[in-house]
């Protein structure tokens, strides 16, 4: 259907309010979303310290928490076209904080369940209660991103949408720095202080499987007694401000233009008995049947490979290739966080300033400057000082997150408003598979190869997400004639 854009110059200001207040609602809600997802890897140490949770059970619940999540992602961008977004991320907040709040009674409902204190029965039937409970929320995460891909759409003109729905993305790394100032602070500050009960003490060297002789790793030991239980205010004190963010997203968010008296953007529908009928063959036609919306989905998966290798096994690659400290190296992954951010602004502006929206080609040009700084990182020389080291990495990082945020925005101008948050999802679905290549495959990958070439693995793996990105450039190729947006289709 042929797009009637019925906006008038007539209340732009009124517009621009609304506009704006739902861009920085939704951002802030966004980031609340990851204080109640990104908490519990801090609280591991913890739980391991005290309860002697094993790597093993942590590792196969948070692979599990990735295809959940990437499978929330579609099935909620389903439902986001369908729903009222205000009700939609509002709701899904409140319930994810409810189920963080589940999580610090963890213990006391394994002790219901059990019948024990202590003991292989209860700590099994806590890490199965953690898994449960741990799945359940990252089932109702995916209410995050697809009500944000829907609202943005209603309320932003495409062809200012790359620019400014940059800007809302960096909503993912305040969130997540957030968070983990937030989350260390409890963990090092809060607790009960138990560390001159002996019983205690020993039971955490146990753990931990540290030798009480060893004074150097018994400071560790003391530390977790220092802070026994803090693992709780972990969940409780995130989960309270989220439920305190979901009041404000009700009270905050409107679903569309028109539900405070606005005419909308673009009118792409139309109303009656048949719209339901007719809006499944507009989603079939728009995001199904879609070439573009399928080409960036694939793309997508090489994308958050390459993102989530560098950001997943990043430290421990610098630390065993390059013999950089753990402290430098986790200071290079967060340059390269920062160096994202500014590429990922950058990139919705020249977009929308330069290529007329085009934010596929936009995405082709990163992905060859992803391509060029990672082949610069791979053949440095190893007596390469760490500042020169920092900068190259940083450089890829800043060419990877614009198009890790320019295939949502492309996604949902080629599907339209009407159907932004369904192909979002689909998108979403191919960027979370990755996590089978980028963690379990990477790992597997450097073990495999250490065996039989040792020391080289990570100098396959570059080549491997070098290959990736040089793939990734072809796929986005393919949509090189393709226009801006799907409105006049």
């Avoid at 036609?285 to 070439?291: F, I, L, T």
Wanted: proline share 3%.
């Amino acid at each position: 259907m042929k797009e009637e854009t019925v906006l008038t110059n007539e209340i732009p200001k009124t517009f621009k309010y609304w506009q704006t207040r739902t861009i920085v609602v939704t951002m802030i809600g966004y980031a609340l979303f990851y204080f109640v997802r990104k908490n519990f890897s801090f609280a591991i140490p913890g739980l391991t310290a005290e309860y002697g949770i094993t790597k093993t059970s942590f590792g196969i619940i948070m692979t599990l928490v990735t295809i959940v999540y990437g499978l929330s992602r579609f099935l909620n961008g389903l439902i986001a076209d369908r729903m009222n977004a205000r009700y939609h991320m509002s709701i899904g907040l409140f319930l994810c904080a409810v189920a963080n709040f589940a999580f610090g009674w963890g213990t006391d409902l394994s002790a219901l369940i059990t019948g024990e204190t202590s003991g292989p029965m209860f700590t099994n039937t806590m890490v199965l209660i953690f898994g449960i409970v741990l799945i359940v929320n990252n089932l109702i995460q995916g209410s995050g991103f697809p009500p944000v891909a829907r609202l943005l759409t209603h309320w932003i003109p495409q062809n200012e949408l790359a620019t400014k729905m940059s800007i809302w993305n960096t909503s993912h790394s305040i969130g997540a720095a957030l968070v983990a100032i937030l989350a260390g602070y409890i963990m090092g500050s809060l607790g009960t202080n138990m560390s001159d009960n002996p019983e205690v003490v020993a039971a955490i060297a146990a753990n931990l499987k540290v030798d009480p002789a060893n004074t150097e790793k018994m400071k560790s030991v003391i530390e977790s007694a220092s802070h026994y239980g803090a693992w709780k205010w972990c969940f409780w004190i995130p989960a309270a401000i989220a439920l305190i963010g979901s009041i404000g997203l009700f009270i905050g968010l409107r679903d569309t233009p028109s539900s405070v008296g606005l005419p909308e953007l673009h009118k792409t529908h139309k109303k009656g008995k048949d719209s339901s009928a007719e809006f499944k063959a507009f989603v079939q036609k728009a995001v199904y049947r879609n070439k573009w919306i399928w080409i960036l989905g694939i793309a997508n998966f090489f994308v958050y490979v390459v993102r989530f290798a560098v950001l997943d096994w990043g430290p421990t690659f610098l630390k065993e290739a390059h013999g950089m400290t753990l402290t430098n190296a986790g200071w290079t992954v967060a340059v390269f966080e920062i160096f994202g951010i500014v590429g990922m602004l950058a990139a919705g502006w020249v977009t929308d300033k330069y290529l007329e929206g085009k934010a596929h080609r936009t995405s082709l040009y990163c992905m060859i400057g992803v391509a060029v700084f990672m082949t610069i990182f791979l053949y440095l020389p190893d007596n390469t000082p760490s500042w020169g080291m920092i900068l190259v990495l940083a450089m890829a990082g800043f060419f990877i997150y614009g198009p890790q945020a320019l295939i949502g925005i492309a996604a949902a101008n080629q599907a339209t408003n009407r159907a932004a948050a369904t192909a979002n999802g689909l998108t979403g679905l191919f960027g979370y598979a990755s996590g089978l290549v980028s963690g379990v495959g990477v790992g597997y990958m450097v073990d495999a190869i250490n065996k039989v070439n040792p020391g080289k693995a990570w100098d396959y793996v570059f080549m491997m997400m070098i290959g990736m990105a040089v793939l990734c450039v072809f796929i986005f190729a393919l949509m090189w004639k393709a226009k801006a947006h799907g409105y006049d289709s």
